[in-house]
């Protein structure tokens, strides 16, 4: 029995192959490369009801993951997120059946946990000594944490805009901070320079083949957490889209298995802000690719990238489960945090606001059926965005009493 | 198969017993209130390997828990939260087997999520309809975020000093939020005050009985994330003190079940900041009760609590394992919240870094012994303090170059 099933990496867009067992980063064509398993020996070796006992972090999934041994498995006890019940939410909106998968419940706070997790391992695995990424905040503050822990030296790259504890979390960790005014794209850049410069492993999203591999885990999740009767409609707010192409990914591998029978994988909603709607644009055009979205701006900070290098895996995503894409305006993206809150106790974070706002418009028009199962990905904790809300109180002073 | 096996409340001090089936506070005496069990059902009942097919929050413990119906129970999806080894930081501390129990990944980002989870639950099935509370910051986000869920009104009363992301948890929630020139100690009063005069319920620490069986779930979850064999210490950052008590309650419990079998239970250890250390220096004088600590002061927010209520119990929790009291330095408590995030990746509260300071200092002195498994309880996500660090960080311009 085999800790991992890898077997090679493959190009999604000229099918060239390539060998897992050394640092590669994109495909000579251009494009992000995907990690390939030996499906049919894990469908003869595990059974999906061997899951049950397993640890309650995405490693439970380790011969889908591209780790080989377990000595290499650099881990802050990350995954298995609740998928929750919102049902006041639900009632609101006119959806039976709506829940959360709440990816705030994770080391550092955030999804990019899961693929720091997994990137980090295999870079170790690999090894590399040194990575560089460029960053909205978020994976950059989980990457620099992953690498503390493997002995990785990393360097981060992000926007003076983006959430300013982020910064803490690079600082802490000891890696390397650099801030840029301007977006994630001129951070991109950046990265790209040094790496050329200094030979550094290049962890830009996509540009390394494994972040996605962690990211894939929520699928499998989803589908174990709802006892392999999968939901009709997953929303998830897209930037670079790695989560949404490693759902897919997911759902496919766990068909290929046997593990989910339904002909009908759920319909993949990708949700963008409307400051920065690339994916959306392409998608209502009938495109294969986004165009970069000049002047790109939002609240919902992990979803403002401008053009994702996987943009075209994304809306292949999407068409092929019959999914959609949908911009949301920052209004209701506000409102939507509040209404999760006030409603449900979830403190979520703008990125994932923005699908429970995509949600309750698609039920408005009728995408979403009154009866249908359907999943919101929230991607982080709301504690994230202190900026996010001015909260004004009064302040008494010792001895004064409250009069209502 | 009853949900719950909860048979009644019980004084610890005068034995005093009351019902459990109705709204109570402090005992007649002025004593915190415990909840029993009919633990010889449970133990005939359940063993404890039924658990292991269980969902992955502290609910997989409900017959434990005070709360009779299932849809009673206000969850997030918290507890369960990572059992990970630190052994960078075991190797420089000169400690074989040194664990995080890492609360932070929890709803909230803070270990308040189980007493808020299990103690709303509990109040919406006692009827409750408002609840008050003072806090040091997290236990209001949290217990406001859980009150929304369930629909319970909730005035929180915080110094203003405490974390800022606090107030934004209650605001967002709906709650009623009050801030205060002063300490927990004062707002404690404003919120004596406010229930005398309402009648809202008090969920001031262990002023209900609930919150403490929510925190006692840590212990159970120790004992199940290490196979049922217990460590030989465990580390508690100690306030109010609710945890300590609820693990030692929780240890009892288990060994009563027969699930531990071990005649010698974990030592405890309450760790406090030496700017508020009241535990320390009634355990140092041999004292059954502390003293009101005058003009504390420290970072680590949570432990600034200059007398507890159930400051007895934690002392008889500390007394009955062999455990200690220490405090230590706001410089150790920084250095090891900076020597745990870069060298093990977890982004820890100062809370949690005290007791990694502690585990170094009882190292040193050889209270702690090299081969010992040792407990390091984290109650929080770092990233709740962003005020703790400043980070200074070159601020690059677009098209400009990294330069090494």
Chains 1, 2 share one sequence.
């Not at 889908?64 to 006041?88: A, D, Q, R, S």
């Not at 609101?92 to 997994?118: C, H, M, N, Q, W």
């Not at 002995?151 to 803490?168: L, Q």
Request: charged share 25%; proline share 4%; aromatic share 8%.
């Amino acid at each position: 029995m085999k800790y991992s099933y890898l077997s090679h990496l493959e190009c999604p867009k000229c099918s060239s192959i390539y060998s897992a067992e050394e640092v590669q980063q994109l495909c000579q064509c251009g494009s992000p490369l995907l990690a390939k398993y030996r499906l049919d020996e894990v469908k003869t070796n595990i059974k999906r009801e061997d899951l049950q006992r397993r640890e309650k972090s995405l490693w439970r999934y380790h011969e889908l993951l591209p780790v080989h041994t377990i000595e290499n498995v650099i881990t802050l006890g990350e995954g298995y997120t609740p998928l929750v019940t919102v049902p006041k939410i639900g009632a609101k909106y006119g959806i039976d059946d709506l829940y959360i998968k709440d990816e705030g419940i994770i080391p550092t706070g955030s999804f990019k946990a899961r693929g720091a997790a997994v990137g980090v391992s295999k870079a170790k695995e690999l090894g590399v000594k040194t990575l560089a990424m460029p960053t909205n905040g978020n994976a950059g503050g989980a990457w620099s944490l992953y690498s503390a822990k493997a002995g990785i030296e990393s360097f981060i790259v992000m926007p003076k805009e983006a959430p300013a504890i982020t910064r803490v979390e690079v600082h802490i960790s000891g890696s390397h901070l650099y801030l840029i005014n301007g977006l994630i794209s001129d951070a991109g850049k950046v990265v790209a320079h040094l790496v050329k410069e200094k030979g550094f492993y290049d962890v830009s999203t996509l540009k390394e083949p494994y972040r996605i591999e962690g990211k894939k885990t929520m699928g499998y999740e989803i589908a174990e957490q709802m006892d392999w009767k999968l939901p009709d409609v997953i929303l998830y707010p897209t930037g670079g889209g790695v989560g949404i192409i490693g759902i897919y990914k997911a759902l496919l591998e766990l068909k290929e298995l046997g593990w989910i029978n339904e002909e009908k994988l759920p319909r993949l909603v990708a949700v963008q802000a409307e400051g920065c709607a690339p994916i959306v644009k392409a998608w209502e055009e009938g495109k294969m690719e986004s165009e970069f979205w000049e002047n790109s701006e939002t609240n919902a900070f992990g979803i403002n990238v401008p053009k994702a290098i996987g943009d075209f895996l994304v809306l292949q995503a999407i068409r092929e489960t019959g999914g959609c894409a949908i911009s949301v305006s920052e209004e209701s993206i506000k409102n939507s945090q509040q209404e999760v809150a006030s409603l449900e106790g979830n403190f979520i974070c703008p990125e994932g606001a923005a699908t429970f706002a995509a949600a309750k418009i698609l039920r408005e028009n009728n995408w979403i059926k009154p009866n249908e199962t359907v999943v919101c990905l929230n991607t982080g904790q709301g504690i994230k965005y202190p900026e996010s809300f001015e909260v004004e109180s009064a302040v008494l002073e010792k001895g004064e009493a409250i009069i209502l």
